[in-house]
């Protein structure tokens, strides 16, 4: 009888904790272009932030964005502001490690400030 009531307990309160979705801020069209390790020193470098680059996670853009920020990308996900270019607005440059330039297609995406 202590035994269900437990698992009871359990239950109920497992149901009160529901996960929190991010809030989305849609922040309009940009124009997703791409970088490479071999455009900088390979591995062995820091992004403007101080972060070490992720492929198709870290993304340059101008001062527009503050670093940090998490954006989501329509069609990509979520990725960080980690660097800065020296590009106009509406451009966001996405870190795609080794993989050819050509694998990547330069495109215009919806795009939105994640807040969690």
Sequence with gaps: MIGKAIAALILSASMMVAPVAPAMEY???????AYA?????????????????TPYYTVATNDEFD?????????????????????DEGI??????Y???DSFEDT???????RY
Excluded: C, S
């Excluded at 922040?27 to 272009?33: A, I, K, L, N, S």
């Excluded at 215009?108 to 994640?114: A, D, G, L, N, Q």
């Design 27 to 33: 922040v309009g069209d940009y124009r997703v272009t």
């Design 37 to 53: 390790y071999y455009e900088g020193d390979g591995e062995n470098y820091y992004t403007a932030g101080g972060y070490t680059p």
């Design 67 to 87: 670093i940090g920020t998490i954006l989501y990308i329509e069609g990509i996900g979520e990725v960080q502001v980690q660097d800065r270019g020296n590009f």
């Design 92 to 97: 966001i440059d996405m870190h795609i490690g």
């Design 99 to 101: 993989d050819p330039m």
């Design 108 to 114: 215009t995406r919806k795009v939105y400030i994640v």
